[in-house]
């Protein structure tokens, strides 16, 4: 069965680095678009960065508030896709989850299908 399971959250520091894990089993996550989407207590779920499936390019998005600091990126031979996230600020903390669209080629919550159960990133010093 289609299963997608987000690890690699942690506590850091501000100016910290984590990485978090998106991986797949069950499908080829290079067939699909991936996002990787953030929820903040008492804030609505916004996307972070996603990329499309490698057959529409592989191209890749990041929210105005990363550009820069995080990037997503997918390992095919691991089937994983990951989240290099750099610079970390206490704003970024939130709960992240990895979701899989199989049209996807932005980064809003309607084109993904299949999400994560989230992994929680705690910025604070």
């Known amino acids: 069965q289609l299963q997608v399971v987000e690890s690699g959250g942690g506590l850091v520091q501000p100016g910290g680095s984590l990485r978090l894990s998106c991986a797949a089993s069950?499908?080829?996550?290079?067939?699909?678009?991936i996002g990787w989407f953030r929820q903040a207590p008492g804030k609505e779920r916004e996307g972070v960065s996603c990329?499309?499936?490698?057959?529409?390019?592989?191209?890749?998005k990041y929210a105005d508030s990363v550009k820069g600091r995080f990037t997503i990126s997918r390992d095919n031979a691991k089937n994983t896709v990951f989240l290099q996230m750099n610079s970390l600020k206490p704003e970024d903390t939130a709960v992240y989850y990895c979701?899989?669209?199989?049209?996807?080629?932005?980064?809003?919550?309607?084109?993904?299908?299949?999400w994560g159960q989230g992994t929680q990133v705690t910025v604070s010093s």
């Open positions: 069950g499908f080829t996550l290079d067939y699909y678009a």
């Open positions: 979701a899989v669209g199989l049209y996807g080629l932005g980064c809003r919550e309607y084109e993904y299908d299949y």
């Open positions: 990329i499309s499936s490698s057959s529409s390019g592989g191209s890749t």
